[in-house]
């Protein structure tokens, strides 16, 4: 039989009127769900939305409004099921390619709270920014160390190489001895490069294509328009324009886009010009080259400058485009790229390709920016940390550091991985081959202790966390005076309290990996500039252990950023076919990507700019028609994206707007994470805002805690911690063993249904309802 929110969409557009006066309005959590399984009924309406996005009620529902009735059991319930906007189509799996530049994005987010710091909070977001262009060069660079240096300039300019791949022979230089020119039209230096340069730029085009494609989905949609001005004291959240970064994002769009031409057009210039300036060159390329030069040079500099000039403006709904810089910028760029390739395909008598293209100088140095950026990054956070400390943010205010850190060295993995696994299938034996840079060698081999430093931080977590459970076991048995002791039960419900503190501690974690990457990259970038060699050759001539060790590492690192890099588009092409696969991966991009596009353009976009101004939009227009309470009930990640939906409200409608979060990482990550918008004054804020808030959490959840908000009057937000299991052992009500729950199924606990009627209860009780128009939209 056909599922009601199956009907084609002519269906529920004559929905009926609502007299309701009770409503709640559910939002799921990470991972999707389906809105069968939120309202518990196979029979379910759509009754405003799309495909991507849309609200559902029970068929029945829809029928007893209609009719004029309260349906029995509570309020009307509605689920708001926004799944399909991160873990939609097998497309979605390309955005895996993306993930260091959705965490560098994250980074701009998680600056510490400081009020009155405006100059040093611009200037925390302008050292994002440059961070996060960086790593858009870093990306296009490794393309054109694959397809300019090892395809076209290495293994195209060896005849052993080419003898390996016959697609390469129409490149292939004449064999020495030969007549001049018997090496066929494409054999110069040049244009081999010029033609290799096809696939760097073909990726800078998909990026800008899926950003622009993203933009107009997600950036366009307008959130509510306030009824009052915003006061300038509240949390950035509740801001007009915060869900609004259409403008921004277009901006950066064309910054990066054009650094990205820019990068191809250098590459493919560089070694042309280094051959022309050479004692007795051409006059004319020199002169050309000289100003191809200033000419990059200066739109580099426009493009960064591009980035530096502003960030975002959330006190208002800004819908201008800066055209010049979306359009004139990346196309201006473009030009450029193609005055390279004509320069670089011009005919050179004498030029040979040998060694490798200048990639050690090009990645040192952008490694030397990126871990300059990270250290004022994090000289700037801790300063505003200082201003106005938080004892519960994650590493003391310097998470934003961190993760800007950890973007830039999985971006280098990448890169390295990338370089290598290309390197190893053009020359299997690695003796026909200068390689790829030197730097992405020793890049590699700093995996090896890396590795080994998070076993041995995995093998303390386990170990903290057995303690842990055997001492969480005498409190489970102190919980339940007088019933028959089940050792195996006990064990279990002390394990899943234990393992669900894990949380807990991922600031320690995240402190030994920034610390040990900052250390392992310092070294990997000295050593490869002071012995321009890879470790196992620099360590040629030491002691045979430290030759050992070397070697190891650097075999060990190459094999392993090379199986990494495998798996990563393994991964990727599983999510395309797999649904189970993409919704895993679905659920990273849900806590990912939350945040707006404020630092990258091209990291997956931010599903909150949709599911946000839905939100609000359903709240407002139903309780204004109505007049009735409503119940805004969000589980996980849902309870983020309703405490961020009731920041947008107009004041008269949130006084008519209760808020019930159960499995809320609202303080527990998004409070210690990001304090600038979810610590304790944002938080203290919003239930000053909205009429009553209610939370519900458990001892074994891994995900969800308390908020920690304690109200001036009425109850506190923060149930006590839920029992979970219900039962310990077998009850008349309970004559199977009851599961323990954890993260899920938050209203099969009795409390829910009460503290939801207590809610409802606060919400001025005995309002009258709206008299049924037919022609009222849903």
Request: glycine residues 10%.
């Amino acid at each position: 039989m056909e599922r009601a929110h199956e009907r084609p969409a002519g269906r529920h557009a004559d929905r009926p009127a609502e007299p309701e006066t009770d409503l709640e309005l559910l939002v799921h959590g990470v991972g999707g769900t389906t809105p069968e399984k939120m309202l518990g009924d196979p029979r379910t309406v759509r009754i405003t939305g799309d495909d991507t996005a849309a609200v559902f009620r029970r068929a029945e529902d829809t029928a007893t409004a209609g009719a004029g009735r309260e349906p029995p059991g509570g309020p009307v319930q509605e689920a708001y099921v926004w799944c399909n906007l991160t873990s939609g189509d097998g497309s979605r799996a390309l955005w895996l390619l993306l993930l260091p530049f959705m965490i560098v994005n994250l980074a701009h987010w998680m600056r510490p709270a400081a009020a009155g710091r405006r100059r040093t909070v611009r200037f925390y977001g302008l050292l994002v920014r440059l961070t996060a262009l960086t790593l858009t060069v870093l990306l296009v660079a490794a393309a054109c160390e694959v397809a300019l240096d090892l395809a076209a300039w290495q293994c195209a300019g060896a005849p052993a190489c080419v003898r390996r791949h016959s697609w390469l022979r129409f490149l292939a230089p004449a064999a020495p001895g030969g007549p001049a020119g018997s090496g066929g039209w494409w054999s110069e230096p040049g244009r081999r490069l010029a033609l290799a340069a096809a696939l760097p730029t073909a990726l800078t085009g998909l990026l800008w294509y899926l950003s622009h494609r993203t933009w107009s989905a997600y950036e366009s949609h307008r959130p509510l328009s306030p009824d009052s001005e915003p006061d300038p004291d509240a949390s950035a959240l509740a801001r007009p324009g915060f869900w609004y970064g259409r403008r921004l994002v277009a901006r950066l769009r064309g910054a990066h886009t054009a650094a990205g031409l820019l990068t191809v057009a250098a590459a493919v210039a560089a070694p042309a010009v280094r051959f022309d300036l050479r004692p007795g060159g051409p006059a004319l390329l020199d002169a050309l080259g000289r100003l191809l030069t200033a000419a990059l040079l200066a739109s580099a500099v426009a493009a960064v400058a591009v980035v530096c000039r502003r960030g975002r403006s959330e006190n208002r709904l800004d819908q201008r485009i800066d055209r010049h810089v979306v359009r004139r910028l990346p196309l201006g760029a473009l030009a450029l790229l193609l005055l390279a390739l004509l320069y670089a395909g011009w005919s050179r008598p004498g030029w040979r390709s040998a060694g490798r293209l200048p990639g050690d100088p090009a990645f040192g140095a952008l490694m030397l920016a990126q871990g300059l950026l990270v250290i004022a990054l994090a000289a700037v956070a801790g300063a505003l940390h200082r201003r106005c400390p938080d004892p519960r943010a994650g590493m003391r205010g310097l998470g934003g550091p961190a993760v800007a850190l950890l973007a830039c060295a999985l971006g280098g993995v990448i890169s390295a991985g990338l370089a290598q696994r290309v390197a190893d299938w053009l020359d299997g034996t690695r003796a026909l081959l200068p390689g790829p840079p030197v730097l992405l060698t020793w890049q590699a081999s700093a995996i090896p202790p890396l590795l080994l430093v998070l076993v041995l931080l995995a093998a303390r977590l386990a170990l903290s966390t057995a303690r842990l459970a055997r001492a969480e076991r005498v409190r489970v048995r102190r919980e339940h005076p007088g019933e028959p002791e089940d050792p195996s039960r006990t064990r279990a419900i002390a394990h899943a309290r234990a393992v669900a503190t894990l949380t807990d501690r991922a600031p320690l974690v995240l402190a030994v990996l920034t610390a040990t990457t900052l250390l392992l990259g310092a070294g990997a970038l000295s050593g490869a500039l002071a012995t321009r060699t890879t470790p196992g050759g620099a360590a040629g001539h030491t002691h045979h252990l430290v030759q050992a060790v070397a070697g190891t590492s650097q075999a060990l690192g190459s094999w392993l950023v090379g199986l990494g890099f495998l798996l990563f588009v393994t991964w990727g092409r599983r999510a395309y076919r797999d649904a189970s696969a993409r919704r895993t991966i679905g659920i990273l991009w849900d806590v990912g990507t939350f945040w707006p596009r404020a630092a990258h353009p091209f990291a997956p976009p931010c599903y909150a700019e949709r599911a946000v101004p839905d939100l609000t939009w359903r709240m407002a227009t139903w309780t204004r028609r109505t007049e009735g309470r409503l119940v805004l009930s969000g589980h996980s990640q849902g309870s983020v994206l309703a405490a961020a939906a009731a920041w947008q409200l107009p004041p008269s409608v949130r006084g008519r707007v209760a808020l019930l979060t159960y499995g809320s990482p609202l303080e527990r990550l998004y409070g210690r994470w990001f304090p600038a918008h979810f610590g304790p004054p944002a938080l203290a804020a919003l239930h000053h805002d909205i009429a009553c808030w209610r939370n519900l959490h458990r001892p074994t959840d891994p995900i969800g805690g308390p908020v920690r908000v304690r109200g001036d009057t009425g109850p506190e937000v923060d149930h006590p911690p839920l029992r979970d299991p219900l039962v310990y052992g077998r009850t008349p009500e309970h004559p199977l063993p009851a599961p323990i729950l954890g993260h899920s199924d938050y209203q099969a606990d009795p409390v829910f249904t009460r503290e939801r009627a207590l809610l409802l209860s606060r919400l001025c009780p005995g309002l009258p309802g709206q008299r049924p128009d037919p022609d009222a939209a849903g």
